[in-house]
């Protein structure tokens, strides 16, 4: 059985910054795709960033130069760095990982953290 087990969201002013975390335990074999997707209240669920095993990193346009993903291939870990945040970032966040588990791959969702920036 494999378990995300996100942290860090919480309440932020304008302009602050906040450390997303997501844990993958499990009998993993290998994980290839890490990522942060958001959920704004009536929208649907869109791609924040993503970074692949050799550490090439996508970002959406709304948050390039802003946000930072990242992860930790020894402790099957991924980040996300917010900075400058907006009113508009406010939404719950999920990550998202490819991973193996023996020879079979699985798609696996976080439980969503909650984010929102406001005065």
């Known amino acids: 059985q494999v378990q995300l087990v996100e942290s860090g969201g919480g309440l932020v002013q304008p302009g602050g910054s906040l450390r997303l975390s997501c844990a993958a335990s499990g009998h993993i074999s290998s994980i290839n795709t890490m990522g942060w997707y958001s959920q704004a209240p009536g929208k649907q669920r869109e791609l924040v960033a993503r970074?692949?095993?050799?550490?090439?990193?996508n970002y959406a346009d709304s948050v390039k130069g802003r946000f930072t993903i990242s992860r930790d291939n020894a402790k099957n870990t991924v980040y996300l760095q917010m900075t400058s945040l907006k009113p508009e970032d406010t939404a719950v966040y999920y990550c998202?990982?490819?991973?193996?588990?023996?020879?079979?791959?699985?798609?696996?969702w976080g439980q969503g953290t909650q984010v929102t920036v406001s005065s």
């Open positions: 998202n990982v490819d991973l193996v588990v023996g020879t079979t791959m699985y798609n696996y």
């Open positions: 970074i692949i095993s050799s550490g090439r990193t």
